[in-house]
């Protein structure tokens, strides 16, 4: 073994380390969330050709408004999806519930 196999080794191993992950978020113009963060992991079957259910975010009683929502993803999903050629993507959905508007204003 070379000296320089273990340099590339910690290098190759710090790339993995540091990879993986995007998040993409939608919010409210006034983030004021009423709940923590709720979350399901959910699954596009063959590119999205195959109907998955939504995803219902029953927590968000009795306001029936979502706060922010985020999509996420780390390297172990992207791994999953590249090895499958994209037909298994999983995807982590996140959402924060709304409040209810104040009475008389019409505004949270």
Same mark, same amino acid.
Request: aromatic share 8%.
């Given at each position: 073994?070379?000296?320089? !196999?273990?340099?590339?080794?910690?290098?190759?191993?710090?790339?993995?380390?540091?990879?993986?992950?995007?998040?993409?978020?939608?919010?409210?113009?006034?983030?004021?969330?009423?709940?923590? &963060?709720?979350?399901?992991?959910?699954?596009?079957?063959? &590119?999205? @050709?195959?109907?998955?259910?939504? /995803? /219902?975010?029953?927590?968000?009683?009795? !306001?029936?408004?979502?706060?922010?929502?985020? !999509?996420?993803?780390?390297?172990?999903?992207?791994? @999953?999806?590249?090895?499958?050629?994209?037909? &298994?993507?999983?995807?982590? @959905?996140? &959402?924060?519930?709304?409040?209810?508007?104040?009475?008389?204003?019409?505004?949270?």
């Amino acid at each position: 073994m070379s000296r320089r !196999s273990p340099l590339r080794l910690t290098l190759v191993l710090a790339l993995f380390a540091v990879t993986g992950c995007y998040r993409n978020a939608v919010v409210a113009p006034r983030m004021d969330p009423a709940t923590d &963060w709720h979350g399901k992991t959910v699954h596009s079957l063959f &590119w999205g @050709l195959v109907k998955q259910r939504d /995803v /219902v975010a029953q927590d968000c009683e009795p !306001s029936n408004s979502l706060n922010q929502v985020r !999509s996420d993803t780390n390297f172990g999903y992207m791994l @999953l999806t590249v090895a499958t050629l994209g037909i &298994w993507a999983p995807t982590r @959905l996140e &959402w924060r519930c709304g409040r209810l508007p104040e009475p008389g204003t019409g505004q949270l």
